[in-house]
């Protein structure tokens, strides 16, 4: 796409014959940013074996929780933790 619209902008300052030299050099950028697009691709897919650079992953759980409480009632919060089903761990 980007080939396209280089290609159309460079065509609209052709002051012979804009309309036949714009679409002409649109359609030779398309080919040209289609075919090195298509290397690039090929070159990176390469690079990496076909391996993909991310794992897809269903959720994401914490291991642990940090909780920050005023000193006047921490007494008060690690007893409230402790009540957790999860024993305040």
Same mark, same amino acid.
């Given at each position: 796409m980007l080939g396209l /619209?280089? %290609?159309? /902008?460079?065509?609209l300052f052709n002051w012979i014959d804009p309309v036949v030299a714009s679409f002409s050099l649109a359609f030779y950028g398309l080919v040209f940013g289609a075919v090195v697009g298509a290397l690039l691709g090929l070159l990176t897919h390469a690079m990496? %074996?076909? #391996? #993909?650079?991310? +794992? &897809? =992953? !269903?959720?994401? *759980?914490? !291991? #642990?929780?940090? =909780? /920050? =409480?005023?000193?006047?009632? +921490? +007494? *008060? +919060? =690690? *007893?409230? /933790?402790? *009540?957790?089903?999860? %024993? %305040? &761990?």
């Open positions: /619209l280089f %290609g159309w /902008l460079f065509g990496t %074996g076909g #391996r #993909r650079d991310f +794992a &897809s =992953v !269903s959720g994401m *759980q914490a !291991s #642990r929780y940090d =909780v /920050l =409480v005023d000193e006047e009632v +921490a +007494a *008060q +919060a =690690v *007893q409230i /933790l402790a *009540q957790h089903p999860t %024993g %305040g &761990s």
